[in-house]
């Protein structure tokens, strides 16, 4: 079985400060993790994505996420917030023979000026 | 980058009627897609899944009989709601996967439907 956990479902962070998401997963074989950003009325964008090569994962946009096996976590960061990051984040798990995307309940980021 | 495009990106239709989504991989041959449900302010719900050519696998729960899916090709897979009731009004998502190694789904831009 695989699922993701992400607390908090609303995130305001000041423009300029960091940003951070918290994603921990639970997969029985090694998994494979994702991030996506969702902005209204759109689909799903990829930020980046764990694929068992380095465990610091760089993404679009400034964002990186980097994978701890011991914590079983996949944290999103960005050092600086802008005003274009508000949207929707989803932090989702694939086990490796699994083709299925397991997603977590979102994180709303909110930037306040 | 792989593209996913649905059509069409919003429909309001009347109860009792059927509605056809379609979901095209444009620039690859995808020969699994996903469709998703999402709720106001909810995560993705993964309604089934289809391989091009055979029968789709619903996942527990959603009704077969009501959410048809055909995926007759590489490219294109329809998700077709049967006598639509406002309680299916919702926002539809589609994603494909081709046959690279770590089967990547790539999204699409989502389809909202009302049904009054």
């Known amino acids: 079985a695989q699922s993701v956990t992400q607390l908090g479902s609303h995130v305001s962070v000041s423009e300029g400060a960091l940003v951070l998401l918290r994603c921990n997963y639970s997969s029985s074989v090694p998994p494979y993790l994702f991030w996506y950003v969702q902005y209204p009325n759109q689909g799903l964008q990829l930020l980046l994505k764990y694929t068992s090569a380095a465990t610091l994962v760089k993404g679009i946009n400034g964002f990186e996420a980097e994978f701890k096996k011991s914590e079983t976590s996949f944290h999103l960061t960005k050092p600086s917030a802008h005003m274009s990051d508000a949207a929707e984040y989803f932090c989702?798990?694939?086990?490796?023979?699994?083709?299925?995307?397991?997603f977590g309940k979102g994180n709303q980021v909110v930037v306040i000026p | 980058g792989a593209v996913v495009s649905q059509h069409p990106s919003r429909v309001i239709c009347k109860s009792g009627t059927s509605v056809k989504i379609e979901c095209r991989s444009l620039d690859f041959q995808a020969t699994t897609m996903f469709w998703y449900r999402q709720f106001p302010k909810k995560s993705l719900m993964l309604m089934a899944t289809s391989n091009e050519g055979s029968k789709a696998t619903y996942e527990q729960g959603v009704e077969k009989d009501k959410f048809l899916i055909n995926h007759a090709s590489l490219t294109l897979s329809t998700l077709t709601v049967t006598s639509a009731h406002p309680e299916d009004s919702s926002f539809y998502i589609c994603s494909a996967s081709g046959q690279d190694s770590y089967n990547e789904q790539f999204f699409g831009p989502g389809t909202r439907l009302t049904v009054l």
């Open positions: 989702a798990v694939r086990s490796y023979g699994n083709n299925r995307l397991a």
